[in-house]
């Protein structure tokens, strides 16, 4: 939402920037990023763990320091281990959305092996798979969340709960922070200038309406789902380091990586420092 609305409310023009915003899966966004195609991507989460097998992926900007995203589930199952056996929906084998539904099992004391994985590329096809019944769990976030609640869906749990996994941010190649690092600068600063719109509370109303215009929801689920993803953005673009670390700890142990990565490994804020420091000029 910060990037649409940043782009219809002009926060982007006024920085100077032509942006063209494009819909993807995490793991088709990492390989666009890699090859050229993309400047930046959103998906911090499937980002670490190409970070971590040495692809030049840089995160440098904190939108939401943590995920929104809620497990989701058919009106029968009442609880986590009801999960045993049954099929649950993610994007993606290694983006957040997994990652998180097996730190809530485990949570939950249930091997995350005992359920059944299903990767649906996007966060709508999680929401269409579980709403007709096609799997028995999904992992949703906001507005998807709080629709599917209304409809008799259950909320059984929180991700940020379990793991202080990252929602969404800014990633960027390193190659193109090398080339052309005020085009990093610019666009960090749009980021900021739409969050900045978006936390004033005399902005809620105007920010409800345009979730309404994009989802057709009710004015109460919409204003459920705005606070609800109001709560994790970060004021400042930055993230804590110790929860950075357990993000670092929690991926490196659910990919089998011996190697250890620091922070430092997976972030560059030096683009983001000087965006805050010019935002007011």
Same mark, same amino acid.
């Given at each position: ?5 940043? %782009? ?9 920037? &032509? ?23 959103? =998906?911090v ?5 190409? =970070? ?5 992926? %840089? ?12 497990? $989701? ?16 929906? !993610?994007? /993606?084998? =290694?983006?957040a959305?997994?990652? /998180? !539904?097996? #730190? ?15 990767? =649906? ?11 007709? %019944? ?8 906001? @507005? ?13 749990? #929180? ?8 929602? +969404? ?11 052309n690092?005020a ?8 980021? *900021?200038?739409? $969050?900045?719109?978006?936390? &004033?509370?005399?902005?809620h ?11 057709? +929801?009710?004015a ?5 789902? *705005?606070?609800?993803?109001? !709560?994790?953005?970060? %004021?400042?673009?930055?993230? @804590? ?15 089998k ?9 997976? #972030? &560059? $804020? ?6 805050? #420091?010019?935002?007011?000029?």
């Amino acid at each position: 939402m910060p990037l649409f609305f940043g %782009k219809d409310k002009g926060f982007f023009t006024r920085e100077g920037v &032509d942006v063209d915003l494009v819909l993807m899966s995490p793991p088709t966004a990492i390989a666009a990023l890699v090859a050229g195609e993309l400047d930046f991507s959103t =998906t911090v989460g499937a980002g670490i763990s190409a =970070t971590m097998r040495g692809l030049p992926i %840089k995160r440098v900007l904190y939108i939401q320091q943590y995920v929104t995203f809620s497990l $989701m589930t058919a009106p029968e199952i009442k609880t986590v281990r009801d999960l045993v056996g049954k099929s649950l929906g !993610a994007v /993606a084998l =290694t983006d957040a959305t997994a990652i /998180a !539904a097996r #730190e809530i099992l485990k949570g939950s004391g249930i091997d995350p092996s005992a359920v059944n994985f299903f990767y =649906t590329q996007s966060t709508e096809s999680s929401r269409t798979a579980l709403t007709s %019944k096609k799997i028995a769990a999904a992992m949703l976030p906001p @507005p998807f969340a709080e629709e599917t609640e209304v409809r008799g869906f259950n909320r059984l749990a #929180e991700a940020k709960d379990f793991a202080p996994l990252s929602g +969404i941010g800014l990633l960027a190649s390193a190659d193109l922070l090398k080339k052309n690092p005020a085009k990093g600068v610019a666009v960090i600063r749009a980021v *900021l200038r739409t $969050m900045g719109y978006m936390r &004033d509370p005399k902005n809620h109303s105007e920010l409800i309406d345009y979730i309404l215009r994009i989802h057709k +929801i009710d004015a109460n689920v919409a204003a459920h789902a *705005l606070a609800t993803v109001m !709560a994790v953005y970060s %004021k400042d673009g930055t993230k @804590p380091a110790d929860a950075v670390q357990s993000e670092i700890d929690i991926y490196r142990e659910a990919l089998k990586i011996s190697q250890p990565f620091t922070a430092e490994n997976l #972030e &560059d $804020m030096t683009y983001l420092k000087r965006a805050n #420091e010019t935002l007011n000029r």
